[in-house]
């Protein structure tokens, strides 16, 4: 807590503000204490350096095991203004939904008000960061800011407002397409896979066996060897703590069936291992219990991600 005060205070010096303006993250090995002689140079070189065209120059600075940075960017007219939502992020490893170790930086020039804008990054959050999964591991710390200056001269917006739709689109589209690039760049990763799972009985079950398939260390190691192994997606479904009907179960990759009624639909192996070998692709698993339905994104797990952090 210290480091973090003395972190703040230094900002706000260099910056030319009060401490409370200023907002500190971290990221890192757990328990280790902070280089605050590197920490207390780099802020005072960094200050010295900001220029309106710095967001590369930050998304860039704060990769960890990240292999490329992350950023996005759109525009839109409100009231006649032109107005912006960008963002920055990072996140490689230990990611799972509670965001986990990531961190995230939302930018406007749109004029909004304060609580509504929380809300609406709230709600953005649960649709992007808080459904991906790299390696079923959350961290101790992560973090998602959103900030408005009002620069782009548009009245305040409020939900409601007539254009309060498309800027929710706008924050919506940018956290979503960071948490994507988050999951494609999870350590070790080959394959961005997204786990559909509708027919349920209710939004709760189907995000429960959603995550329970995305999480499987089985089900993930059949992905980074291309093995359409649908068995281990049957299993991990049945084991998530949801009342299932076997003979209803439906199991697709892509538009190719896996499983129809909870057994083997006869689709030749080789047209199942054409989809599982592409970079993205979907395990649609259809309940047919229901009509909810949830969304997790998920990843590979390689040789590569043992690797990396057995090395750490």
């Known amino acids: 807590m210290r480091d973090t005060d003395t972190m703040a205070r230094m900002a706000a010096v260099a910056l030319g503000t009060g401490s409370e303006e200023v907002f500190v993250s971290s990221t890192g090995p757990i328990g280790v ?29 704060i990769l960890t095991t990240d292999t490329r940075p992350k950023h996005a960017t759109t525009e839109l007219s409100v009231d006649g203004n032109t107005i912006r939502v960008t963002g920055i992020a990072k996140g490689s490893g230990m990611i799972h939904p509670n965001m986990a170790t990531m961190l995230c930086y939302l930018l406007t020039d749109a004029a909004v008000a304060k609580a509504d804008l929380q809300a609406l990054l709230e709600s953005s959050v649960q649709r992007s960061f808080n459904r991906i999964s790299v390696d079923g591991d959350q961290s101790t710390n992560d973090t998602v800011l ?8 548009n009245a305040t917006m409020h939900a409601g407002h007539s254009e309060w739709n498309a800027f929710a689109g706008a924050v919506a589209a940018i956290t979503t397409n960071l948490a994507l690039r988050i999951v494609q760049d999870g350590e070790g990763a080959t394959k961005l896979v997204s786990v559909r799972v509708c027919g349920a009985a209710t939004a709760g ?8 398939i995305a999480n499987s260390l089985l089900v993930k190691t059949s992905w980074a060897g291309n093995d359409p192994n649908w068995g281990r997606v049957l299993c991990a479904a049945g084991y998530a703590g949801v009342p299932l009907q076997l003979e209803k179960i439906n199991i697709s990759y892509d538009e190719v069936p896996a499983v129809i009624g909870g057994e083997s639909a006869g689709t030749p192996p080789a047209a199942l291992r054409s989809v599982v070998e592409r970079n993205e692709f979907t395990v649609a698993v259809h309940l047919n219990h229901g009509s909810d339905e949830a969304v997790v994104y998920a990843c590979d797990t390689t040789e590569n991600y043992v690797k990396i952090n057995a090395e750490e």
């Open 146 to 153: 959103m900030l408005g200056n009002g620069c782009a001269g």
């Open 205 to 212: 079950d189907a995000d429960r066996v959603a995550r329970s």
């Open 33 to 61: 204490p902070l280089p605050m002689d590197r920490i207390e140079a780099g802020i005072r070189e960094a200050s010295e350096s900001l220029s309106s065209t710095g967001g590369l120059d930050a998304a860039t600075a």
